[in-house]
Nanobody, 115 residues
Framework: QVQLVESGGGLVHAGESLRLSCEAS????????MAWYRQAPGQELQLVAR?????ATNYADFVKGRFTISRDNAMVYLQMNSLEPDDTAVYYC???????????WGQGTQVTVSS
């Protein structure tokens, strides 16, 4: 079992930055990948960024080099720069374990970007 707790959301103005944090606990050694997803009102859940235990990362196109995902043992971060109103959403931390194959989600943290 893995538990995920996000923090760092808030209200910012367009162009500003935020750093989201996610702390994993439980079977940390079994985690294969960690990721950030987001869901805006009335929209589908979207992958924002993912990082593997190898350090390999991948990003959604809409990130456009503005966001950076990083991991330090049990912590995963999402540095968000040049925020835009369209980035307003609930951001969720996600992890995947391979043995057994399972997905875990945090409770989400709200990010609101005003124009």
């Amino acid at each position: 079992q893995v538990q995920l707790v996000e923090s760092g959301g808030g209200l910012v103005h367009a162009g500003e930055s935020l750093r989201l944090s996610c702390e994993a606990s439980g079977s940390i050694s079994s985690i294969a990948t960690m990721a950030w997803y987001r869901q805006a009102p009335g929209q589908e859940l979207q992958l924002v960024a993912r990082i593997a235990t190898t350090g390999a990362t991948n990003y959604a196109d809409f990130v456009k080099g503005r966001f950076t995902i990083s991991r330090d043992n049990a912590m995963v971060y999402l540095q968000m720069n040049s925020l835009e109103p369209d980035d307003t959403a609930v951001y969720y931390c996600h992890s995947t374990t391979l043995s057994p194959l399972r997905n875990y989600w945090g409770q989400g943290t709200q990010v609101t970007v005003s124009s």
